[in-house]
Each structure stands twice: as C-alpha cells, then as structure tokens.
C-alpha cells in the first residue's frame, strides 16, 4: 500500500496527480519565499495562521498556512509525507474526495486551533494539520473499515502514527495543536469520505506497470555487474537524501 511501484517521477505524476499538484505547490511557495523580493513576503505574511489577525475578520487564513512552512526541511518532510502516504488514499478516495480530505482536515484542524488556544499571539504554518488528517482516516479504516487495509499497511501507520504523536510532544517547535487537532477531523470525516470507497490496488493506475505476460528473457542467466543489479527507485534516492538532511539538521 505504500511501496511505491511508479518506476519515474513522470510516471508517479500521471498515475496521482492531486498529490503531484500539493507537492509541486508546496515546493514552488518555498523557492518564492527564497526570493528577495517584498511581493512574496508579504503574501506569506497574508498566509500564516495568525490568531490576531483571524480574530480581526482574516478567515482565509484558516485554509493558507496549509500551504506555507517554515523551512526547507519542514517543506521537505510534509511533501515526503504526501509522497508515501497520500497515493493511496487518492486512489481510493478518487480526486475530489481526497482534495476534501486533505484540505478539510487541515482546515478544521486549524479553525479547532483557533477556537481552543485563545493566544492571539499565536501564529503558525505548515501541511501537518492536514497530513495528520490523512493519518486519522487511515486509523478509522484500521478501526472500523478492515477490509480497506492490509495487516501489514495497518500496522505501519500505528507504528509511525505513534512515533509521530511522541514526536510531537517531545520536540520543541511544533504544532501540538495542528497535530492532534487534525488527526481528530480527519477521523471524524472518515466516514463521509469512505462510503463506496474500495481497497487499494497497486496496479489500478493505467500508468503503472502491471504485471505483463510472461516471455521467455535469452538474457535472464547472464551476470550482471553490481550496477546493473542496482536499478534504484528515484523515490527510494529522494528518501535516502531526506533522510541524510534530517541527521544533518538535527544532530550536526
């Protein structure tokens, strides 16, 4: 369910391109808000989640801090986080269902911030709101809707889910509200969102590559050369250099 089967980044692209469309926007603010120019400042400005400017009438902000972050790893993580996570809830959700979910969890898991921390001077940004949300749904199918997961998918996500909630607590910097608050929403709105809903299929996508015919290959017991042996995923190198930056930041 979440062992990516896409042998290209073009191929990822055609086969999920709400997550594609999230990650490219996640990706093009952050190289904007590089730019030393005042025009993207001040939009990122209009965009943070400032319960200052919430409680004076700014409710748009409720939805755009989904989009903005604070750093280039935070960007990185949550857009890898939609990476691994997201492809199969867009396959089953279909694309409007799982825009609704990847947004309205974000969304409530905001205006829920807002409503229970009564700092005003609180502001934050970042896509974990909505990314916990996507946690939540795939909880209530584990708890409720069995049939939609696999053993093996089911105990990943309470696993990393579990590290994540730790993770949350025990790190400084974070949103424990966004967190929490939008593994909630996302929970509450599984229902709605999974009626009609149906397993996972890895093959289901017309651009992957399904199982073919089996042909007889002349070539299959001649030796091959390490790298030849080595045919890497481009995801599984884009989680190798996530994973080298995240030791970097944190313990260098």
């Known amino acids: 369910m979440f062992l990516r089967t896409e042998n290209s980044v073009k191929e990822f692209i055609q086969s999920y391109p709400i997550i594609s469309t999230l990650v490219i926007i996640n990706i093009s603010i952050w190289i904007l808000g590089l730019l030393p120019i005042t025009f993207f400042d001040r939009l990122y400005d209009l965009g943070v989640g400032s319960h200052f400017d919430i409680q004076n009438g700014e409710y748009w902000r409720f939805l755009t801090p989904i989009f903005l972050h604070g750093g280039f790893t935070h960007m990185l993580f949550n857009s890898f986080s939609l990476i691994l996570f997201g492809p199969a809830l867009e396959q089953m959700l279909g694309r409007l269902k799982f825009i609704l979910a990847y947004l309205g969890a974000g969304v409530l898991a905001n205006i829920a911030t807002f409503l229970l921390n009564p700092d005003l001077g609180f502001a ?24 939609l997961i696999d053993a093996q998918s089911a105990q990943i996500i309470v696993i990393i889910f579990i590290i994540g909630l730790i993770m949350t607590f025990i790190r400084p910097g974070i949103n424990e509200y966004g967190h929490v608050l939008g593994f909630v929403s996302g929970f509450v709105i599984a229902p709605l969102l999974l009626t ?43 989680f190798i250099i996530v994973l080298i930056i995240f030791i970097v930041q944190n313990f260098f």
Do not use: C, E, T
């Open 124 to 147: 934050h940004v970042g896509a974990s709101g909505a990314i916990y949300g996507l946690f939540g749904i795939y909880v209530f199918m584990v708890v409720f809707r069995k049939h």
């Open 196 to 238: 009609k809903a149906r397993p996972f299929n890895p093959w289901k996508n017309p651009h992957s590559n399904g199982p073919k015919d089996i042909q007889f290959n002349p070539n299959r017991w001649k030796k091959k050369n390490f790298f030849q042996r080595l045919r890497l995923n481009p995801f599984f190198i884009f």
